[in-house]
């Protein structure tokens, strides 16, 4: 019986991994800058968590969410998201107690049982930020510029950054009036769902991504023209904060989401180069959702990086233009194998990064995988080595040869190749 991986969940391959090592060591580097410390929450919550948070009614909660019992009978799912599990914590270990402000990150691993496609599996990975505790819209503007800076700090500058304002349960009820009588006229046109999406949530009409639906919502209302003063100018500073900031900005009125505890701004980062999926990054305001899970009345911004999709943006950064070994150790015959292979973890302490073959080789077969692996160095010892108390250090590059004693033989090669 062979195996393979099921659908949807895919390896990492060492030679892809150097990709995915630089966007997360630099998410880590600038979340840091800006005074970002990191979380990491269990991959698996309540289910009930995720259908609070994400909403009962959305795809991800009925139609995506990996659900199991546990021996318990206790209902689980895997994460389809992380916020739900850092506001969660947030909350369970009272952080808010220990300072007002506090900004988290996490790296992971997400799941959710769609098609699998281009730039979508069901094991994605994503890169979350949240800000807790501030109402904005400094922190907002914060947020979006922290993430622009992130993206071209990895390389990524074709980008598009949408944002809109989703106002506040206030002024978006005038609105979700407005939008059903909108929408009513347009019955007919709609697709199944956003029929049923029109009585529930008529904001959802605006993700659908069926064409005559899309149609439809051309000339729907915008939220925009429906904002509370506290709404209006706290969209108006976020944007007068990013153009100081030099950051580009596209007001997209499409830009929701159909959940209540998502309040005022919302922004989505774009890109021109993946074809159909184009968003990389996605985030908002969430003022709401904290008190919604028993916690205190805390405001909250966050987003949601796809590595999957920037990973594909950075495809030509190989790991594989990394350089090999320090040292190729090549002893011929078992007495010299077997001290080449003592001196090869002492090496490694060292600090040096060391290979050898670990069966019986000829030196042709040994130097060729030295070659392969791309070695600096290698050093060459046999029994006349042995006997004559010297060896042989070749570098690779020059075809230099030269001798060292065998006296020491371990320091010598850490001073002479350690960098
Ligand atoms: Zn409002
Ligand atoms: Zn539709």
Redesign the pocket.
């Known amino acids: 019986m062979q195996y393979k991986a099921i659908k949807g969940f895919k390896d990492i391959l060492p030679h892809q991994v150097g990709a995915w090592n630089r966007v997360e060591s630099e998410a880590k580097r600038v979340f840091e800058l800006f005074g970002f410390k990191e979380i990491r929450v269990p991959v698996m919550e309540k289910a009930e968590l995720f259908a609070r948070g994400i909403g009962e009614d959305t795809d991800i909660v009925s139609k995506e969410m990996y659900t199991l019992k546990d021996r318990k009978g206790n209902n689980l799912a895997m994460r389809p998201e992380a916020t739900a599990s850092v506001l969660r914590a947030y909350i369970e270990h009272k952080m808010y107690e220990s300072y007002p402000i506090q900004k988290l990150f996490t790296i992971g691993p997400m799941f959710r049982y769609e098609r699998p496609q281009k730039g979508r599996a069901r094991q994605f990975h994503q890169i979350n930020a949240e800000i807790i505790g501030d109402p904005g819209p400094r922190l907002d503007s914060e947020l979006i510029f922290m993430l622009l800076y992130l993206f071209s700090s990895i390389g990524i500058n074709n980008t598009t950054l949408n944002i809109n304002s989703l106002?506040?349960p206030?002024?978006r009820e005038p609105f979700r009036d407005e939008l059903k009588n909108y929408l009513k006229r347009y019955f007919t046109q709609l697709c199944p769902d956003c029929q049923r999406r029109m009585e529930t949530n008529p904001l959802r009409v605006f993700d659908c991504k069926v064409d005559r639906c899309n149609q439809v919502m051309k000339d729907a209302p915008s939220m925009l023209d429906f904002?509370?003063n506290?709404?209006r100018n706290h969209f108006n500073s976020v944007k007068a904060y990013l153009k100081e900031l030099d950051v580009d900005f596209v007001v997209n009125t499409h830009l929701m989401r159909g959940l209540d505890y998502y309040t005022k701004t919302t922004f989505e980062v774009q890109t021109h180069e993946l074809g159909a999926q184009n968003a990389i990054a996605g985030g908002g305001r969430y003022d709401g959702l904290i008190k919604e899970f028993g916690g205190p009345d805390s405001p909250a911004i966050g987003f949601a990086i796809g590595v999957e999709r920037v990973v594909e943006l950075l495809e030509d950064y190989s790991a594989d233009k990394k350089e090999g070994p320090d040292l190729f150790l090549a002893p011929l015959g078992k007495e010299a194998e077997d001290k080449a292979f003592i001196w090869l973890q002492e090496l490694r302490k060292g600090g040096l990064r060391g290979e050898m073959e670990y069966r019986s080789l000829g030196l042709k077969a040994q130097m060729r995988h030295a070659d392969r692996l791309r070695a600096r160095k290698v050093l060459i010892v046999g029994e006349d080595e042995l006997t004559k108390g010297k060896v042989i250090l070749r570098d690779m590059f020059t075809k230099e040869q030269t001798e060292l004693p065998l006296d020491n033989l371990v320091d010598e090669l850490i001073r002479l190749l350690v960098r």
Request: charged content about 10%.
């Open positions: 106002g506040c206030g002024c904002l509370c506290d709404c």
